[in-house]
């Protein structure tokens, strides 16, 4: 059943309106900046929700303080999906309108960072019984229309997929923001922070970086690309118009999704691992012919013998 019709909560408790918001781009383009201008002027001007979820905080710290050592892919991938996994909590407790309480699986330091982002942005609040610690949701989080801003590179549209999957499972507004940065800006605001990323590293995103593609998958179409410098009312309000757009027409639940099913098939045909295999089974199933080619041309001699023996 589409998990959002399986809503038990009452409409009063629910946000009106609710949506994804990923923002992508280079690290250095600007995406923590831009969040947090665009939040404040959202909440302000437009009386909405803001959920800011920067995944450079949300990260626990070993990952990001290993003086400049990036943790295994594997790892991150973890790490973005367990993050994923909290919000999805926080998104069932909005759909159903109940409190939120933690996942059973959890890293300790990762939730309460998560927590306390959205405690700091008036989203959730704190409370315990008989010393088993959950949270209720804030006022500020079902009376508005929320947009929860998903702040990280997402610099694959593989990465992106992921988000827009937990939109469509929970029927929810998604749309992309792409902070469009030249590499040597990038490079030299990047330069000029305490903790910078590994130059290489900006560089080999600069080289692997896919840009949202509504052409080539149609689940990107509530895209937008920010040239920099990107702080301008002109930008906020394109924003809010797609931000709106999205909101008002939330990614429609699908059963058997046939957008899905092509893009897994893009995914597996690219896999270099399903192609060695495909090109294994082609060489057995080949030699197979051929070896059951010669077995036949062999029983067909051994048959001729035996005639010619009787
Ligand atoms: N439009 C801008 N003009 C000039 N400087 C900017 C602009 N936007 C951001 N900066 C500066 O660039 C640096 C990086 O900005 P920010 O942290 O927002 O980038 P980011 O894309 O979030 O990076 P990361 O992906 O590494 O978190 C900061 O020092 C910030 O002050």
């Given at each position: 059943?589409?998990?959002?019709e ?19 781009g ?15 002027w ?20 070993e ?6 050592e ?32 933690a ?13 306390t982002?959205?405690?700091?942005q ?141 893009t ?35 029983a ?11």
């Amino acid at each position: 059943m589409n998990p959002a019709e399986d809503a038990k909560g009452t409409d009063a408790e629910r946000p009106r309106k609710l949506g994804l918001c990923l923002l992508c781009g280079l690290p250095g383009a600007g995406k923590s900046t831009f969040a947090r201008v665009l939040g404040h002027w959202l909440r302000q001007e437009r009386g909405w929700a803001v959920g800011v979820l920067s995944y450079d905080d949300l990260l626990p710290d070993e990952f990001l303080d290993s003086a400049g050592e990036q943790p295994p892919t594997s790892q991150w991938k973890m790490f973005r999906q367990e993050l994923l996994k909290y919000l999805e909590c926080f998104l069932m407790a909005l759909i159903n309108g109940c409190q939120m309480s933690a996942p059973s699986n959890k890293t300790e330091a990762m939730w309460e960072d998560f927590i306390t982002c959205l405690k700091d942005q008036d989203l959730i609040i704190s409370a315990a019984l008989e010393a088993q610690p959950f949270y209720l949701l804030a006022k500020t989080a079902v009376s508005r229309p929320l947009v929860l801003v998903l702040d990280d590179n997402f610099y694959y549209q593989s990465m992106r997929y992921e988000v827009y999957q937990l939109a469509r499972k929970y029927s929810l507004g998604f749309c992309q923001l792409f902070l469009d940065c030249p590499l040597e800006t990038c490079l030299q605001r990047n330069g000029q922070r305490p903790q910078a990323v590994p130059t290489e590293i900006i560089r080999l995103m600069g080289r692997k970086i896919e840009r949202p593609n509504p052409e080539k998958n149609a689940w990107e179409h509530n895209s937008l690309i920010i040239g920099s410098p990107a702080h301008s009312s002109e930008a906020n309000l394109e924003v809010a118009d797609l931000l709106l757009t999205a909101l008002e027409n939330p990614v429609k639940y699908v059963e058997d999704n046939i957008e899905q099913k092509e893009t897994d098939r893009i995914i597996c045909s690219a896999n270099i691992f399903h192609k060695a295999d495909q090109t294994l089974r082609r060489i057995v199933s080949e030699t197979m012919k051929e070896a059951k080619g010669k077995r036949y041309i062999v029983a067909l001699d051994l048959v001729n013998n035996k005639k010619s023996f009787r």
